[in-house]
């Protein structure tokens, strides 16, 4: 008799990677579902929403059951987990954090029996990058730990770099196709890196799943064909393009100098949006103050004026003064 298959929940499941683990876990017979933050895409005519939705339709025509749900809807959560054995975030690794919900909602339903959170990349307890990730690879960390004291078994899975990111530009920052003229070289060039395919990571995630050896554990995907360094990257591009590129080499320390130098530029620009931000704030603070201090002294002018005065009660009029007073203090209107 054939093994049961675990049902498997995909969160960002119209991501890249997403997708690719939704098909993948249905190409190996999983009973599928995925979380979709509003599935009246599938019914809108805007054009924004046209792929989005032919994706969902997709999703459908192989038997995936589509959920609505998000991060920001704790019950969505809990419904959508107690549904499954197996959850899958694919939710971009800058937003690892988001995946606090849905640890607590996995840790209250108690039924799932694997959890693969977002990481995808390179390890977060080997990496050393010198504090210039933007806290990148530490929230990664913190995940991890929040995983670990709550009890829940996972799986990391470590695939080092995708494709889609650095081989389009040849690793050229900047760039979106490789260059034809000359090509940075950063340190030696004799590193060596892994680069792997989304398809193939998903397909790696949906084999560990119901496999008992991976429980508890980190897994790397380290296709050999798939480890080159940069310099094996630049002699295959220029065999392919039949031509020899100007070679510009960085070294390590330059490298270093650059990253900070452009780490400073954007904390300059941080700061200016930020000042810009705070003085577009007490700008509408002044108007609405203006506005505040006009209908304030209108209201002490008509309290003020015979004809009016007259027609209140001395009480109502009492209470209108004590209200105009502390509106004039609290605001310092006087």
Same mark, same amino acid.
């Given at each position: 008799m054939?093994?049961?298959?675990?049902?498997?929940?995909?969160?960002?499941?119209?991501?890249?990677?997403?997708?690719?683990?939704?098909?993948?876990?249905?190409a190996?017979?999983?009973?599928?579902?995925a979380?979709?933050?509003?599935?009246?895409?599938?019914?809108?005519?805007?054009?924004?929403?046209?792929?989005?939705?032919? /994706?969902? &339709?997709?999703? +459908?025509?192989?038997? #995936? *059951?589509l959920?609505?749900? @998000?991060?920001?809807?704790?019950?969505?959560? !809990?419904q959508?987990?107690?549904?499954?054995?197996?959850?899958?975030?694919?939710v971009?690794?800058k937003?690892?954090?988001?995946?606090?919900?849905?640890?607590?909602?996995?840790?209250?339903?108690?039924?799932?029996?694997?959890?693969?959170?977002?990481?995808?990349?390179?390890?977060?307890?080997?990496?050393q990058?010198?504090?210039?990730?933007?806290?990148?690879?530490?929230?990664?960390?913190?995940?991890?730990?929040?995983?670990?004291?709550?009890?829940?078994?996972?799986?990391?899975?470590?695939?080092?770099? /995708?494709? &889609?990111?650095? +081989?389009?530009?040849? #690793? *050229?920052?900047?760039?979106? @196709?490789?260059?034809?003229?000359?090509?940075? !070289?950063?340190?030696?060039?004799?590193?060596?890196a892994?680069?792997?395919?989304d398809?193939?990571?998903?397909?790696?995630?949906?084999?560990a799943?119901?496999?008992?050896r991976?429980?508890?554990?980190?897994?790397?995907?380290?296709?050999?064909?798939?480890?080159?360094?940069?310099?094996?990257?630049?002699?295959?591009w220029?065999?392919?393009?039949?031509?020899?590129?100007?070679?510009?080499?960085?070294?390590?320390?330059?490298?270093?100098?650059?990253?900070?130098?452009?780490?400073?530029?954007?904390?300059?620009?941080?700061?200016?949006?930020?000042?810009?931000?705070?003085?577009?704030?007490?700008?509408?603070?002044?108007?609405?103050?203006?506005?505040?201090?006009?209908?304030?002294?209108?209201?002490?002018?008509?309290?003020?004026?015979?004809?009016?005065?007259?027609?209140?009660?001395?009480?109502?009029?009492?209470?209108?003064?004590?209200v105009?007073?502390q509106?004039m203090?609290?605001?310092?209107?006087?």
């Amino acid at each position: 008799m054939a093994e049961k298959k675990s049902k498997v929940l995909v969160v960002g499941s119209t991501g890249k990677l997403g997708r690719e683990l939704v098909m993948a876990s249905c190409a190996a017979s999983h009973p599928t579902l995925a979380l979709v933050r509003d599935l009246s895409i599938l019914c809108s005519p805007s054009p924004s929403n046209s792929d989005k939705s032919l /994706l969902l &339709r997709s999703f +459908l025509s192989h038997g #995936v *059951q589509l959920l609505q749900g @998000s991060f920001d809807d704790y019950v969505s959560l !809990i419904q959508a987990v107690k549904q499954v054995d197996v959850v899958i975030c694919a939710v971009p690794s800058k937003n690892a954090l988001e995946q606090m919900p849905l640890i607590r909602a996995i840790k209250e339903a108690g039924c799932i029996k694997r959890f693969i959170p977002s990481e995808f990349g390179a390890d977060p307890t080997k990496v050393q990058i010198l504090g210039m990730d933007y806290d990148f690879y530490e929230k990664k960390a913190v995940i991890r730990q929040f995983i670990e004291s709550e009890g829940i078994p996972h799986t990391y899975i470590s695939c080092n770099f /995708l494709m &889609r990111y650095l +081989l389009p530009s040849l #690793v *050229q920052p900047g760039l979106d @196709s490789p260059p034809r003229d000359e090509v940075k !070289i950063f340190g030696n060039g004799n590193t060596p890196a892994i680069f792997v395919k989304d398809c193939d990571v998903a397909k790696f995630t949906i084999c560990a799943i119901d496999d008992l050896r991976t429980l508890n554990k980190t897994l790397y995907l380290r296709p050999p064909g798939n480890i080159c360094s940069m310099n094996e990257l630049v002699d295959m591009w220029e065999n392919k393009i039949g031509q020899k590129l100007k070679k510009i080499c960085i070294s390590e320390e330059q490298l270093l100098k650059n990253i900070n130098a452009y780490e400073k530029i954007e904390k300059m620009v941080q700061e200016s949006e930020r000042y810009e931000a705070e003085v577009e704030e007490l700008n509408k603070k002044g108007e609405a103050k203006n506005v505040l201090e006009n209908y304030v002294y209108n209201m002490r002018n008509t309290i003020k004026d015979d004809k009016t005065s007259s027609k209140i009660a001395d009480a109502d009029k009492k209470k209108v003064e004590y209200v105009i007073d502390q509106a004039m203090i609290s605001n310092q209107l006087a």
